[in-house]
Each structure stands twice: as C-alpha cells, then as structure tokens.
C-alpha cells in the first residue's frame, strides 16, 4: 500500500543498547524527518533528510544516528538507549507544502 | 525563532456543543498554518491548512481563519461529535535554510467529546 510505515509500532529495550527504528515510503519524496512526541512538548525535530545521502540535524539530534542510503528509507538509530528517550517517535516525508506521517513507533527504555 | 501556543487541555464537551481551540504563533517570514488531528494510537493527520491571510481553512465541519492582525489561527467547530474525540495540533510552517519546510508544532490540546 503507498504511504509511510514505521516498524516496529512498539518496542521495550534496555539502558545502553542499541536499537534501530525503521520508516519507508512509497511516494518518493524527497525530504524526510523524524520526531519525537513528548508531553508538554508537541513534536521535536530530531533529524531530517532533504534526499539520499543528505542529512541534517534537527532541534534534539544528541544520542541519535541516522541514514539515508535509499530515497524510500529512512532509518533512526540510538547508539545507546538512555531513559530519556523514551518517547513516541515519528517519521514524516514531505511534499512542497505538506508533511505526511507515518503511524508512530512508542518506544521505552528500562 | 518561531513559536505556536494553544490553549492548554483536556477540553471536555457535550456531543452536539460548539467547540474553540485557541492558536497563536510567533513566527518571521510568512508562515503557512496548520492544524493536526492525532487520534488514539495513531499518527498525526492534516485536518486543514491556510497559507495566507485571511484563507480559511476547512474540513468535516472544522474551520479556522489565518489572523495575521492578531497572529491567530483558532479551530472551531459547530457540532462536536464523540468522533472528534482526539488531540489537536496547531502548527506553523516556514521555507527554512536548508530548503524544506520546516514545521514547528504547539504542545496539543486533547478533546473529549461524550455522549
């Protein structure tokens, strides 16, 4: 089906590893972002991506590595998972004029 | 930089009410403006969007009109449903540096509409 998928939608991992956070899209957009959703704080900028091969930091990139090796994927990875980034995270791609978001991946570290 | 602020929730409403979430931003540049819908479990939704002053925007009865006089962009809705339960999003967005658009959301309001 087009549009944005995340995986996994839920995921439980220790302080100090490592874990990786998957988005895709279908329609081939150019720019891609992830976020992050916090009470209190709407939605943060963690990273963004403005096409293969081209990333950027956002608002509160610290403690987070992305890549960008295909148009379609966009994947965030925490080197090592701190308490702090327990958090609902979002993958967004964009047109010109609008950004569309994928269904969310709620992530805890214990 | 640039700021949104709505109006703190939960907002709890009678089905069939007439509902207000209100929005106000600070921003440089000419911001297009947005509000979200994020339901239970899911991600966020374009409810509507106005890219300049004076548009309104709107969608399954909801509406908002871009302020510029009063930096505003307040949702409204006549008709509340138990459907419409959901957290709302009020954010701006501006052509950045780096060539995108760069979205800056408020904190959200959450709505709940019961029978």
């Known amino acids: 089906d087009a549009g944005i998928t995340q995986s996994p939608r839920y995921k439980i991992t220790e302080t100090g590893r490592q874990v990786t956070l998957m988005c895709h899209q279908t329609?081939?957009?150019?720019?891609m972002f992830w976020y992050r959703q916090d009470l209190g704080h709407g939605l943060r900028l963690i990273y963004y991506?403005?096409?293969?091969?081209?990333?950027d930091k956002g608002e509160v990139p610290d403690g987070y590595v992305v890549s960008r090796s295909k148009t379609e994927n966009f994947p965030l990875t925490l080197e090592s998972a701190t308490r702090s980034q327990t958090s609902v995270y979002f993958c967004?791609?964009?047109?010109?004029?609008?950004?569309?978001f994928g269904p969310g991946t709620r992530l805890t570290v214990t | 930089g640039n700021s949104v602020t709505q109006m703190e929730g939960p907002v709890t409403l009678s089905e069939e009410a007439f509902l207000t979430i209100n929005c106000t931003y600070t921003?440089?540049?000419?911001?297009?403006l947005f509000w979200y819908v994020q339901y239970p479990g899911e991600g966020l939704q374009l409810l509507l969007k106005?890219?300049?002053?004076?548009d309104k925007g709107s969608n399954k009865g909801f509406e908002a009109t871009y302020r510029k006089e009063t930096t505003s962009f307040h949702l409204e809705k006549g008709s509340v449903q138990v459907s419409d339960s959901a957290v709302y999003f009020c954010?701006?967005?501006?052509?950045?540096?780096?060539?995108?658009?760069?979205?800056?959301f408020g904190t959200g309001t959450k709505l709940q509409v019961i029978p």
């Open positions: 329609w081939s957009h150019s720019y």
């Open positions: 106005a890219t300049k002053a004076d």
């Open positions: 921003a440089t540049g000419y911001p297009s």
């Open positions: 991506s403005a096409a293969a091969d081209i990333t």
């Open positions: 954010a701006l967005s501006v052509l950045n540096s780096g060539g995108y658009q760069k979205v800056t």
């Open positions: 967004a791609s964009s047109t010109e004029h609008e950004q569309y």
